[in-house]
T-cell receptor, first 110, second 117 residues
């Protein structure tokens, strides 16, 4: 199996930058996802990393280090609407079935 | 991006009855769909993997006789909660897997809020 660990909750100020970390242990690795989930809604896809390095998409960037079993999601120019839960997911044990971490609840305040 | 629909969005049923939830891929064919459940402030827990034309693969601890999954076509998978009990009240989310750029992407339906009274 695998373990996925991310902080439970983070707070940040509107306009600031926040980094949400995710560490994982898996017997096989086929990629790591980040999803955003607003309360009562389904997750929406943010990013997918399979190779080491930084992937940038507008205000959101995702980083992966496979040797360290580590990823982070970087959110820039935070907006109030970014308040949500951010889920880290990895493909399970060498398959293409994603397993999710508990999620990080991000609260953005004025 | 790919669109996945789910129906109903909310359902309230009495204890002991059965509820069917539909998951459809609207503009693509999904050979594999996943069913998750999510309790408040918890992450998504995979219940089963549904492959078109074959039996679903259930995760450990999920009762296959209670949560019936059918994937009869490339665009439709259904989850039936049989003899529902209050502890089955949860947010049920389906997702469909699409092959893209040498790997896979997953798209989620909007979820179904089940309340068993």
């Amino acid at each position: 199996g695998q373990n996925i660990d991310q902080p439970t909750e983070m707070t940040a100020t509107e306009g600031a930058i926040v980094q949400i970390n995710c560490t994982y242990q898996t017997s096989g690795f086929n990629g790591l996802f980040w999803y955003q989930q607003h309360a009562g809604e389904a997750p929406t896809f943010l990013s997918y990393n399979v190779l080491d390095g930084l992937e940038e998409k507008g205000r959101f960037s995702s980083f992966l280090s496979r040797s360290k079993g580590y990823s982070y999601l970087l959110l820039k120019e935070l907006q109030m609407k970014d308040s949500a839960s951010y889920l880290c997911a990895v493909f399970k044990g060498g398959s293409y079935i994603p397993t999710f971490g508990r999620g990080t609840s991000l609260i953005v305040h004025p | 991006g790919a669109v996945v629909s789910q129906h109903p969005s909310r359902v309230i049923c009495k204890s002991g009855t059965s509820v069917k939830i539909e998951c459809r891929s609207l503009d693509f064919q999904a050979t594999t769909m996943f069913w998750y459940r999510q309790f408040p402030k918890q992450s998504l827990m995979l219940m089963a993997t549904s492959n078109e034309g074959s039996k679903a693969t259930y995760e450990q601890g999920v009762e296959k006789d209670k949560f019936l999954i059918n994937h009869a076509s490339l665009t439709l998978s259904t989850l039936t909660v049989t003899s529902a009990h209050p502890e089955d009240s949860s947010f049920y989310i389906c997702s469909a897997r699409v092959r893209a750029s040498g790997s896979y992407e997953q798209y989620f339906g909007p979820g179904t809020r089940l309340t068993v009274t």
